[in-house]
């Protein structure tokens, strides 16, 4: 926990002091010749020179003779080169100043490109180096210009003339060249120069320039000098084109990779990642299964990231192993083994490999393909004996699963390697409830590009790293500055629990446990009866019914009441003015923001209204906290605040919540706490460790022995009133007393706690004892009965000697100062001061390459952006075009619709008017063949009427032949008697036979050309339907030729039936 508020941890460079007294000299060893400057000055710089990528054997040609093309060209013109500046500041810091110089002068006299692998180096000749000196504020311009100034007096005929080669990006060395021999004096990389600065205009540094640099290893260890340098010519408009080239490096990031440097190429599309490498993300699944009663496999009880086994029952092992959908697809050839082994961090050959392990591949959709790996596990096995033993109640032991597989296209197999808790029972252990997902676990594989040379046709990659989400977890929580890189590539959740410790030594999370709604009848009668006198008194805490006390301490405040009661308690209820105030405040800023946001993520993670990054939750809690920052400057933020501002927000909207935090803060003393450097809190532990002494003198006499003191359990205790650690419904219970009876109630709390925990505590030893206290305690009252009785013996407990105890602690005090050496109290205040500061110094180079890494990527984003605006704006060139080109042409279509539907009419009304024709032509050939039916109807009866009278007339052997011809049978030379019977010939009888054959002749006529009529009325009806239809699916200028060929055809077709040439080939007989 810091120990000193947020408001602290801002310092501007006008507060940096000057540690030592003297000032800085020009201290030259030897007999103080330049030759021995330089000597010693390679001597300071060696560590400066060693980090640079890419230094020759020998010193490089002369720097400063070249041109803007990498020609040679003369060395004067290096400080003479012409420049358009539009920011005539005096300073450029390393982030901010090269950020904020918005001139950008065309600086183009350089290196030759070849001897710099990013090329285009800035040379400046004619300049004198004035020597270094030591600094403690690095980024104070103010002591800059003083050493400036002492080191520009010192060295009228002490320097040295050198040349001066500012690298092209951040990623490249400032080199410094000696003149007359061309050779390297010192380097220094663009990563470790914290500062620049040039000298004042119209005074005697105006000609120099300064930049200070960080030398060492660690932050510990580092050194920080200041360096000085005179241009010889040109005057500040040459040192104004310096500080240009400097914040033109500090700006620009490489944008194509070195061909021949050492550092991999970078790719501008992934963060941290070469353009050689790629990484691909896996997730797997485990999953357990034992044989039942049924001699099935059943899956294994889970109880978060804990296997529950039974012991002596055979297992089936599952792992399957799925890539993520948004990097490309690895195939998984096979697996050749799967192994298991207890404990984790194992080595590969403790690993026991189990036998019928199968593979099989599934896919769903678009999806990558899932692998389920099978094994069978025989926990029998003398290697497994730690697995298959049973444990105590509060043990677990570690598993570890490996699967090895084969990549398609990697050159070695690939481990994943699962590492989980499990829990081992009877064999007749009966589980009623637990979690049946599967444990899950993300790997990260880091892929190389094989060299071409070495590469084959099956294998072109080879495996860099595989990480676990487990690892990257563990590292970033034991880490004290997180890799914003690493973050950005695996993106942990911040909500996976960390398996650095077992289950044992996890502290329960804040926020964690259930708060019961419960309240009986009499209960409830009791607090309306109480409320309801409250409210007719006064809502104040004063005018609290006597039956209030009473109730909480028997049974705490109800929790759908305790929003409202609180309230009445602290006395925020009557505040009218407190939401507009509160609004004012949120509306100015804030100098903890910062602490105040990485606090919020770790308040009651356990807890779903505060889990959620960026959620409701997590916004009000940061507006209190911020709001509460700036009411109270003095107390500003300290970490603890927000869980007690939580549990607030759990019961009240954001204003009334942050009306109690205030009232709580103020009146009842807690910002008392954190004030003239916790004095306040020095005090209640005193009187906490008092109250051990007289109530727990066994257990303060074991504290005794073990070194174990007050503030190594109690100072949470006290700066967060017990919110931090302890479940929720323990913490709601400490509130509701706490703004009952005050400031006493931490103290009984506290006793309570010891006083139930004593024979515990008894038996440990120091590390015991804390651990106790951070993991066993919270732990303890996770039940609400345990938590009713810590709440009961709490209250019982007598706390009257607490203003005995502070008289005590005063007289102390008083002797303590008495006595204390003055000397040693500067001393210790100097070495705070110093502490503070260096962590000061700190905070700000970590803010410093925030901002710069920050910036660098909003310049790739505004890069970005402008590309794709610019393809956007080509596209819609483009795309306009297309559309006025559509549009004549739809234009032009629409004119040749309109021309083929006036033509289809036309055609159709023609097409009409013939068949209206062709119709009454049908009537009329219907109407004669009528006629002449009727015709031959009566040509048949008069023909019956003469043979019948024919017959009557004749003799027998003429009235037979008569009979034959009227039924039209042939007539025979002789009669059936055989003689001839002549007689005179009957004209009469052989007309009516031709009229009647020459009538059905006339009518099989009329027939057939009224079938053709009717077949050639079908067929324009279909051509005309088809042409109809073929216009109204393709409108295309070929539909003219079409409708012109249909037309000239029905103009080529006969006026009527009788000119058909099969009408006039008729049948003739």
Known sequence: MEEEASSDSLATSEEYELVCADQPRLSIAGNGSQDQLQSRLTELLAEGATGRQAAPSEGPPPPAETGPTGEVGDADQAMKAPVEVSN???????????????????LDQGMPEEQHPHGREQAFDQVAYLGCAAINAPRSELEIQRNMAILNDQSADQHIQVALVVPPDSEGVVAVYESSTRSEVASF???????????????????????????GSSPESAIFQCHVFRCGRGGPPAVQRVLHSFAAAFRRVPRTPAPSGPAPPFSSVGTGVPNNEQVHTFEATLDVREEDQRGNFSACARDKDCFKFRCNLEKVVQVTVQQTASTREL?????????????????????????????????????PTAYQITGQWNPLDPAFELLNTETSRDT????????????????????FVIETKAKIFPQAEKFWYFSRKPFQEDFYLRLRE???????????WEVVSVSSGSQIRRKAALSLALDQQALALHDPSPNSPSAEDSDVDEPLLSGTGDVSKDCSEGELEGWAQVLAKWRQAGLGPDAAPRALGPLVRAHGIPEALRGEVWQLLAGAAQDPGAAQAYRLLLARDCPCEGVIQRDVHRTFPAHDFFRESGGAGQDSLYKICKAYAVQDPEVGYCQGLSFLAAALLLH?????????FCKVMRDYGLRDLFRNSFECLHLKLFQLERLMEDQLPELHAHFLDLGVEAHMFGSQWFLTLFTAKFPLHVVFFILDLFLLDGMDTLFQVAVALLTLSCRDLLALDFEGVLKHFRVAVPKKYRSEEAAKTLLHTAVAIKVKKLKRYEREYQVHKEQERQMEDPVQVLQKEKQRLMESNLRLERENDELAHELVASKIQLRRDLDSAEDRADALSKELQTTAS???ELEEEKKRLDTEVVQVKEMCRRELQSAEAEAQRKTTILAEYKQICSQLSQQLEREQRRNKESLGALRAQACECCAALVQRVGEGGPLAPGGDSGGPHPGPPDHDGDDPGAQLRQLELELAQTKLALVEAQCRNQDLTHQLSCASAELHASKNTWLHKTLSSIREVARKEPASPGTNPKEATGPSA
């Open 331 to 367: 195939g998984i050839e096979r697996c050749f083994g799967m192994l298991i082994c207890p404990g984790r961090h194992v080595k590969h050959s403790d690993m026991q490999l189990i036998g019928m392990v199968s593979m099989a591949k599934s896919t769903v959709g678009t999806e």
């Open 396 to 415: 677990r032991v570690y598993l570890t699963v490996a699967v090895d597989l084969v990549v398609s296209g990697v050159q070695e197999p690939v481990r």
């Open 88 to 106: 005539s500041s005096g300073s450029a810091g390393s982030p901010a100043a090269a950020q904020a110089s918005e001139g950008r002068g065309d």
């Open 882 to 884: 297309s559309l006025a």
């Open 189 to 215: 990389p663009i990563q470790r120069i914290l500062f620049c600065a040039r000298g004042a205009l119209g005074s005697p540094e105006q000609h120099c320039f300064a930049f200070t640099c960080s030398h």
């Open 652 to 660: 009240m909207p954001e204003e009334e919540a942050f009306g109690v």
């Open 450 to 460: 094989v060299d071409p040379d070495q590469a084959t046709t099956e294998h072109s």
